[in-house]
C-alpha cells in the first residue's frame, strides 16, 4: 500500500517559489501572488473562502497543499497590556511568542527555536536546551496567527526576535522567514522594523553582514570582561568579548542606525561602577545604544536582581560616558512573558519542583 502524497505546506514558501511553482504546473504566476495575499494580507487559509481564485484550482488545491498554521492553545494577559501566546505547531511541540502593546510601537515577540542551546546562566529557555529549529513557515506564522489574534491586521507593529532560541543558530530559517514577513505582496514587515537579538555567533554574523534583508541587530553581551561574560554566556569561551566587539565595529550599519547592546543587570554579578565604567570604555567608537535589562527573576535561576539603586547608578555612569542608555521597563513579568522567561508550561510542569510550587502555591 503506498502511503497518501504528503501535502506541500505553502506556509514554507517564499513568494517567488510560490509563483515557480504555480508555473511549473502550467499555472498563471498571478493565481500565486492571489494566494500569497489572501494568507499574509488577509490571514486566511481556507481555500474555500479565497473567492477571487477559480473553483476548478481551488478544487485542484484543495488535494495537494496545505498551509500549517500555528494553533493557540493558551493566551494570558497581563495586567500592563502584555500578552503570550503559547502555541501548538504541527508536530505537536509548542512555542511562546509575545505581544507587547505599546514600546512605544506594537511590538511582537517571536521565537526562532524550539528552546535553545545557548544556555545562558540567567536564561529559563536555555535552561530546557534544544528541542529544535522552527521552520521559516513556523517563524513567520506566528506574526500571522499573532496579528489577528491582537486584532491589529492592517497596522502597523515591530517584531523582536527575542522570543525562544538563538535566531542565528537557525539562520537559514530565519532569514527566509524575514523574506516572507518582508515580502510587499503580503504582510510587508521592513526589515526596518525587526531587531534580530544575538548571543553573537560571528560566523553567522558576518554572513548577516551581505544579506539584502538587513534587520536591526540587538548584541546580548551582558559583560564587559570575558571572565564574567564567560560565566554568563557559554559561547563566549569561543566568541569573546573583544571579537565581538570588533565584528560589530565591522557591521554595515545604515545612516543613523545603532546597534544595540543588552545588558542583564545581575546583582553582585556585572552591575558594579567599575562594570559599568569597563562596559563604556568597550563601546567607545561603536556605534551603539545600551540596553540594561533588570534580571527576571525566576524559580531556578541563580541570580538576583539588583535594587533600583544600583540599576540607577549603572545607568548613570554609562549616561556620563555619553553613551545612549534605556533602562527596560519589564512587561508581563505577572504572566511570565518577561524577557528570558519563555518556557513552555509542559517543561516547567515536568519539573519535580516547579510541580510542589504549583500545588501549594494555588
Ligand atoms: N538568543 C537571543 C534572543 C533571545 S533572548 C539572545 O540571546 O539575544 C532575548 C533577551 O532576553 C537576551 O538579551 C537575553 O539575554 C535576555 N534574557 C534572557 N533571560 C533573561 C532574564 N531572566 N531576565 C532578563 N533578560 C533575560
Not at 238 to 262: M, Q
Amino acid at each position: 500500500m503506498s502511503e497518501p502524497p504528503s501535502r506541500i505546506d505553502l506556509a514554507e514558501l517564499e513568494r517567488p517559489a510560490l509563483e515557480a511553482l504555480f508555473e511549473a504546473r502550467g499555472l498563471d504566476r498571478f493565481r500565486a501572488r492571489q494566494l500569497f495575499r489572501w494568507i499574509y494580507r488577509h490571514g486566511v487559509v481556507d481555500l474555500a473562502a479565497m473567492t477571487d481564485l477559480p473553483r476548478d484550482l481551488r478544487a485542484a488545491l484543495a488535494d495537494e497543499v496545505a498551509v500549517a498554521t500555528p494553533h493557540i492553545v493558551e493566551r494570558e494577559r497581563s495586567s500592563d497590556g502584555t500578552e503570550k501566546l503559547l502555541l501548538r505547531l504541527a508536530d505537536g511541540r509548542r512555542i511562546e511568542s509575545v505581544f507587547i502593546p505599546d514600546t512605544p510601537s506594537m511590538t511582537f515577540c517571536i521565537s526562532t527555536q524550539v528552546g535553545c542551546a545557548m544556555a545562558c546562566a540567567f536564561c529559563l529557555t536555555g535552561k530546557m536546551g534544544l528541542v529544535r529549529n522552527l521552520t521559516a513557515g513556523e517563524i513567520a506564522g506566528q506574526v500571522r496567527v499573532l496579528v489577528d489574534a491582537v486584532h491589529i491586521r492592517g497596522k502597523r507593529f515591530n517584531i523582536v526576535l527575542m522570543g525562544m532560541g538563538e535566531p542565528l543558530h537557525n539562520y537559514d530559517e530565519t532569514l527566509k522567514a524575514l523574506g516572507i514577513l518582508a515580502d510587499e505582496e503580503g504582510l510587508a514587515v521592513s526589515p526596518r522594523r525587526v531587531t534580530l537579538s544575538t548571543v553573537g555567533l560571528l560566523p553567522a554574523l558576518e554572513r548577516l553582514a551581505h544579506e539584502p534583508i538587513m534587520p536591526n541587530l540587538a548584541i546580548s553581551l551582558h559583560a564587559p570582561t570575558d571572565a564574567i561574560r564567560g560565566e554568563l554566556v557559554p559561547i563566549n569561551r569561543k566568541y569573546g568579548v573583544a571579537d565581538v566587539i570588533a565584528a560589530c565595529k565591522r557591521f554595515p550599519l545604515k545612516k543613523r542606525s545603532r546597534i544595540t547592546f543588552e545588558y542583564v543587570l545581575l546583582a553582585g554579578v556585572n552591575d558594579s561602577v567599575e562594570d559599568a565604567k569597563r562596559l563604556a570604555k568597550l563601546l567607545a567608537g561603536v556605534k551603539s545604544k545600551v540596553n540594561v535589562i533588570p534580571l527576571n527573576a525566576a524559580a531556578g535561576i541563580p541570580f538576583e536582581r539588583p535594587d533600583d539603586d544600583a540599576i540607577d547608578r549603572f545607568a548613570q555612569v554609562l549616561a556620563d560616558h555619553h553613551l545612549t542608555v534605556s533602562v527596560r521597563k519589564s512587561r508581563g513579568r505577572d504572566i511570565r512573558a518577561a524577557c528570558g522567561q519563555l518556557i513552555v508550561e509542559g517543561e516547567r510542569r515536568s519539573s519535580g519542583q516547579q510541580l510542589a510550587t504549583l500545588a501549594f502555591g494555588h
